[in-house]
């Protein structure tokens, strides 16, 4: 089946420094990504729908200068947490939409664990 | 807008007996429906999905799903459960043309041998 992966898993940073996530879809070309954003013991929240080629389209009440989203290919979205703050800290999930071939499945990445401490 | 509702936090169940997640949802035309089991600290898991067709839906490691349209639900079973079963089960609903996806806030599953 297709895999989506996510890097890193896990990482640790100071307050104050940005963090960079990526997320690939590795066997299908994927124009839509999402990032969602899960508390622990909770839901996971929709941040942002990554589209490949344009502007990230944002949740309400979600920060879009502090949350970087690009989608620079086919294959690849990045979210960068700018000014990381320790209440930043969660469970980043991204899932890739594969719209190939009159399909119209997602498949979701193993998730980055972020901590700024 | 589209909404999911998983009304228990908690479900405790003994290994070997019949075990149910409910789901309830809300959407504007046909629901895409799924559910996904999340094991701590891992990414998501899919179980299984209703499109269209069949309202019971088979899905992974015995699972299956219920579409009730009438009653708006999508209740997650299996006749027997494993201890392996326990994990955080997910149900969520997909809007077919933007794609994004809403989330219950989830249920944890507890098999006790």
């Known amino acids: 089946g297709a895999v989506v992966s996510q890097h890193p898993s896990r990482v640790i940073c100071k307050s104050g420094t940005s963090v960079k996530i990526e997320c690939r879809s590795l066997?299908?070309?994927?124009?839509?990504m999402f990032w969602y954003r899960q508390f622990p013991k909770q839901s996971l929240m929709l941040m942002a729908t990554?589209?490949?080629?344009?502007?990230?389209?944002?949740e309400q009440g979600v920060e879009k200068d502090k949350f970087l989203i690009n989608h620079a290919s086919l294959t690849l979205s990045t979210l960068t947490v700018t000014s990381a703050h320790p209440e930043d800290s969660s469970f980043y999930i991204c899932?890739?939409?594969?719209?190939?071939?009159?399909?119209?499945?997602?498949?979701f990445g193993p998730g980055t664990r972020l901590t700024v401490l | 807008a589209q909404s999911v509702a998983q009304p228990e936090d908690q479900v405790n169940v003994a290994e070997g007996n019949p075990l149910t997640v409910k789901c309830t949802y809300s959407?504007?035309?046909?629901?895409?429906l799924f559910w996904y089991v999340q094991y701590p600290n891992r990414g998501l898991q899919f179980l299984l999905k209703?499109?269209?067709?069949?309202?019971l839906v088979k899905g992974s490691y015995g699972f299956e799903a219920e579409f009730n349209k009438s009653q708006t639900s999508f209740h997650l079973k299996k006749p027997s459960a494993l201890v392996s079963d326990s994990a955080l089960y997910f149900c969520a609903v997909r809007d077919t043309n933007a794609g994004k996806s809403t989330f219950g806030d989830g249920t944890t599953l507890t098999v006790k041998p």
């Open positions: 959407v504007s035309g046909n629901p895409y």
């Open positions: 990554s589209n490949e080629g344009s502007k990230a389209t944002y």
């Open positions: 899932s890739a939409r594969d719209q190939g071939a009159g399909k119209d499945e997602q498949f």
């Open positions: 209703y499109i269209t067709g069949d309202n």
């Open positions: 066997d299908f070309q994927a124009t839509t």
